[in-house]
């Protein structure tokens, strides 16, 4: 079978995937748990591309009744074989029967407030122009027609932020029933918002938009609601009691979303890549929704198959990851070094918080943490309540290899545009001991990485070269880990060292110290003293105890001091 052939990327409409006979994994129990949890509002937090928009389309075509009819989307699926007690295929009663508005913010990106409005306010706008035979006959007053023709681009906060609840109005009259409204990816334009510094204006819109949509209209039956991150209640959901919240912690829907190992490995086996499998797991498994181990992503498994069994970091890639990025290299030194362990493979905790406030991240590192784990970089490896207050403290680890990769290739950026040649030859300078080429190409990558490294406001002078250094640090381990054993600020000897480079082939690298300072101007009287009181500090200390207790023999061990005033380095 040729499974390239009939594996769609990226379709979203759930009736022209069916209808296409194209790649599909039944997820139509979904409707079934959604529907008998008989919650008012949902909110269901997701990764990005792990089907949501896909379900949402699939949960709209089984209720609305502009989908009446249509139970040949269905057949064949575990929604339309689900029987109650009696035998009754009860499910089947309720396909195309209620009024249903589906919305996006998927596409709501903009550089500042206007601009997002104005996209916003185009949606519903469209919401009402596909409604638009609404206004023939005598169903809405003349009033109402008028409130009708006012809904366009660019209206009003106060018309806007009630035109969803309107339409309810109008659709429950039409059809007499109450809506069921689906919102997808309702945080994206939040995300915007915080990125771009318009925060505190677009979370006042939403809020009241939220509230009239999802809180305060009565024509509301069911509400389904998704996106990344469960953004704070007090932000945009405040007093919205009625919200039923659904986390990547969550049990609930566990593998509704994302593919699970036995769908995995059932649709390599069918399609000839069955020999891949455990390959396929180290790439891509790794997701965990609740207790619900071995999730794998569905935009990377279906551009494997679509790519003929290649391997590549395609769910990792389809994002920017901008604002990951920007947390993690403006990050604290505590920040940094957890990511040095995340990227040797090991695990750290953190305390997790699912409502994401935005205005923390740039300065709790545990903010960041939990972004990264609504967002799949990070996966949980264990749970623990610890103290009288039964904190709970995770276990947290890098998801897979394409994660591993992605943030890899991040790194590596942090010292990229025209720097990128002189931090490539830095490190073979270091391994040739050309000390004037080290000179020569660290200045260059200080000068222009300094300041990506200072982009907290809280950042002092004094700050800057140890976000550097770590950043720094990070990057020794992206280009040769396969090479040395990368540690950074360990115990060895009397005190810590900064970095050390221990070689995994004994015959062709020589080991490392690394010592970072900054020149203090009122002990030193330059640069260059600042370097020998950096080597002078790993030779009294003893910092070459741990290499010695491996075997080494001194020679083999080389010793550098860095020296830092401003953005000027000094290596000797």
């Known amino acids: 079978m040729d499974g390239k052939a009939f594996v769609n990327i990226g379709e979203q409409r759930f009736d022209r995937l069916i209808e296409e006979k194209k790649f599909y994994i039944d997820k139509t129990d979904f409707i079934r748990e959604w529907w008998e949890t008989g919650s008012t509002v949902t909110l269901l937090t997701r990764p990005r591309r792990f089907g949501k928009t896909l379900n949402m389309s699939m949960v709209e075509c089984f209720f609305s009744n502009q989908y009446a009819g249509r139970g040949d989307l269905f057949e064949g699926l575990s929604i339309w074989k689900e029987k109650s007690p009696d035998g009754d295929y009860k499910y089947r009663k309720l396909q195309g029967t209620y009024p249903v508005i589906f919305l996006s913010f998927a596409q709501i990106k903009a ?40 809904i366009k681009p660019g209206m009003g906060e106060e018309i806007a932020t009630d035109a969803i609840g309107s339409m309810s109005n109008f659709l429950r009259r039409r059809y007499g029933r109450d809506v069921i409204i689906i919102l997808d990816e309702y945080d994206t334009p939040m995300q915007e918002a915080w990125t771009s510094g318009y925060w505190e204006e677009a979370a006042a819109f939403f809020g009241s938009l939220f509230n009239s949509t999802f809180k305060t209209n009565p024509y509301l039956y069911r509400g389904l609601i998704t996106g990344v991150t469960r953004i704070s209640k007090e932000s945009i959901f405040s007093g919205l009691n009625n919200l ?39 790439w891509y498994d790794g997701f965990t929704f609740g207790t619900h181990t071995d999730i794998y992503n569905p935009w990377s498994i279906a551009s494997f198959i679509r790519k003929n069994g290649k391997y590549d970091a395609y769910w990792a890639n389809t994002s920017s990851n901008g604002l990951v990025n920007t947390l993690i290299q403006g990050g604290n030194p505590e920040l940094k070094q957890d990511m040095e362990r995340l990227l040797q493979g090991k695990e750290i905790q953190a305390q997790i918080d ?33 103290g009288e207050l039964k904190k709970k403290v995770y276990t947290l680890a890098i998801t897979n290899g394409e994660v591993r990769s992605m943030f890899s290739d991040m790194v590596r950026g942090w010292f990229g545009g025209s720097a990128e040649p002189a931090y490539n030859n830095f490190i073979k300078a270091l391994l040739l001991n050309d000390l004037d080429a080290m000179n020569d190409f660290m200045n260059k990558v200080a000068l222009h990485s300094f300041s990506s490294f200072d982009l907290a406001k809280s950042v002092s002078d004094d700050d800057a070269p140890e976000r550097f250094y770590h950043g720094f640090v990070l990057g020794l381990m992206v280009e040769l880990s396969g090479r040395f054993a990368i540690t950074s600020n360990r115990e060895s000897g009397f005190g810590r060292y900064d970095v050390m480079l221990t070689p995994l082939d004994r015959e062709k690298d020589d080991a490392y110290l690394i010592e970072f300072k900054v020149h203090k101007p009122l002990k030193e009287k330059n640069l260059a003293q600042t370097v020998a009181n950096a080597l002078e500090q790993i030779d009294r200390k003893q910092y070459e105890a741990e290499l010695a207790a491996k075997g080494f023999a001194a020679e083999k061990i080389r010793k550098y001091g860095f020296a830092f005033r401003g953005k000027e380095c000094l290596i000797g």
């Open 111 to 150: 550089s500042d407030y206007q601009k997002m409005a104005y996209k916003i306010t185009k949606v519903i706008a469209d919401l009402y122009e596909r409604n638009s035979d609404l206004l023939a006959g005598n169903l809405l007053s003349e009033n109402e027609k008028q409130y009708y023709k006012s």
């Open 244 to 282: 039923d919240v659904v986390t990547t912690t969550s049990d609930e829907y566990a593998t509704a979303f994302g593919f699970t190992q036995e769908e995995v490995f059932a649709a390599l086996d069918a399609l000839g890549y069955g020999s891949e499998k455990q390959e396929v797991k180290r």
């Open 354 to 386: 699912e409502q994401i406030a935005f205005h923390q991240l740039s300065g709790s590192a545990d903010a960041v943490w939990s972004l990264l784990l609504a967002t799949g970089y990070l996966k949980v490896q264990g749970l623990k309540q610890v």
